[in-house]
C-alpha cells in the first residue's frame, strides 16, 4: 500500500480531473470506481488489465484478500478523503477507483462463435445514453449473450457511469466497435446469425418467437428507434402492451427479448451438448 498526500502526486495522474477526462477520453485507460466494480476487474473473468488502484484508508481491509489474490497485482495508493477528492475534482463517497488498460480491439468475427455453434449477440444502434448502454451490457451478461456489437453512434460502455450502471458487466461481457456506416443486415449475416430487430412496430410477438440458434437482437435508441430502412430488411420483433401505450425503456425491452432468446440458446446449447 502507498501512501498519497499531495494531490499532484504525478503516480495518481491518470485519477485526476475524472469528470473532464471521461469526456475527452484517456489514452487507452478507462475508470473503475466502486467495489463491485473493482471486484470483478481484479477476477479471472475480466477482460482488461488493472494498472492502479486508489482507496481512502477505510477501504483497504475489506478489499486486501482480493487484491492479494490477484495474480498481476497493481500498485495500489492510499489517500485520505480530501486528497482522493481534490485528486478527483469532486467529492469522492465510495472510496475506490481503479484505473483499467483498454488493451487491443477484437474484431467481431473473433467475439461471435462460428456457425454451426449456438450464439446470441446484442447490436446497439445509436445508443447515446450511458445508463442504457450500461443496462443492456448488465442484461448481456445476465441471459448469457456471447458478445455485444456496438455501431459507431453508441456511448462507451467503458464510461465510468456505464460500468457502474451494468454492475460490472461491461469488464466482462465481450464487445466489439463497428466501422461507420454499419450494415446491420450485412454484418448479420457475415456472421452467420439471424437479425431480429426490436421496435413497437415489430410484425411478430416475442412471446410468440421461436427463438433461432444464431441470433442478433438490434436495439435502437429512445425515441427514433431503429431506422426504417433497417427495420424493412429483418424480422421485427414487439412487445405487446396495454392498449395506447407501446414504449418501453429500451434496457427493459431488450430484457424481455433476451430472455426469450436465451430460452432458445439453452436448448441449442443441450442439444449440441447432450448430457450422457
Known amino acids: 500500500m502507498i501512501q498519497i498526500s499531495d494531490p499532484a502526486d504525478p503516480r495518481i495522474d491518470p485519477y485526476a480531473a475524472m469528470r473532464e477526462r471521461d469526456l475527452v477520453g484517456r489514452a487507452g485507460r478507462f475508470i473503475v470506481e466502486g467495489e463491485v466494480t473493482l471486484r470483478l476487474m481484479l477476477s479471472p473473468r475480466a477482460r482488461f488489465r488493472t494498472e492502479s488502484i486508489l482507496l481512502l484508508p477505510e477501504r483497504v481491509a475489506g478489499l486486501a484478500a482480493v487484491i492479494e489474490a490477484c495474480p498481476d497485482r497493481p500498485p495500489v495508493y492510499v489517500a485520505d478523503r480530501a486528497v482522493m477528492s481534490a485528486v478527483a475534482g469532486f467529492p469522492i463517497h465510495r472510496g475506490v477507483l481503479a484505473v483499467g488498460i483498454r488493451g487491443d480491439d477484437a474484431g467481431a468475427e473473433v467475439l461471435v462463435p462460428q456457425a454451426p455453434a449456438p450464439a446470441l449477440v446484442v447490436g446497439l444502434a445509436g445508443l ?34 456505464a460500468i457502474r ?27 452467420g446469425l439471424e437479425p431480429l430487430a426490436l421496435s413497437p412496430s415489430g410484425a411478430e410477438d416475442v412471446a410468440d418467437l421461436a427463438p433461432p440458434s444464431r441470433a442478433l437482437l438490434i436495439l435502437g435508441t429512445e425515441g427514433p428507434g431503429l431506422p426504417a430502412s433497417v427495420l424493412a430488411r429483418m424480422r421485427g420483433l414487439r412487445i405487446a402492451m396495454a392498449p395506447g401505450f407501446d414504449s418501453l425503456n429500451v434496457a427493459t425491452a431488450g430484457a424481455i427479448a433476451l430472455h426469450r432468446l436465451a430460452c432458445g440458446l439453452r436448448t441449442a446449447r443441450d442439444n449440441e451438448h447432450p448430457l450422457p
Not at 446491420?184 to 456472421?191: D, E, N, Q, Y
Open 128 to 161: 447515446t445514453n450511458h445508463d442504457n448502454v450500461g443496462g443492456l451490457f448488465r442484461n448481456a451478461a445476465a441471459f448469457g449473450a456471447d458478445a455485444v456489437l456496438l455501431d459507431a453512434g453508441t456511448c462507451d460502455p467503458l464510461y465510468r457511469k
Open 165 to 191: 450502471v451494468s454492475a460490472g458487466a461491461a469488464l466482462t461481457v465481450p464487445f466489439a466497435r463497428l466501422d461507420p456506416g454499419v450494415d446491420w443486415f450485412a454484418t448479420a449475416a457475415a456472421l
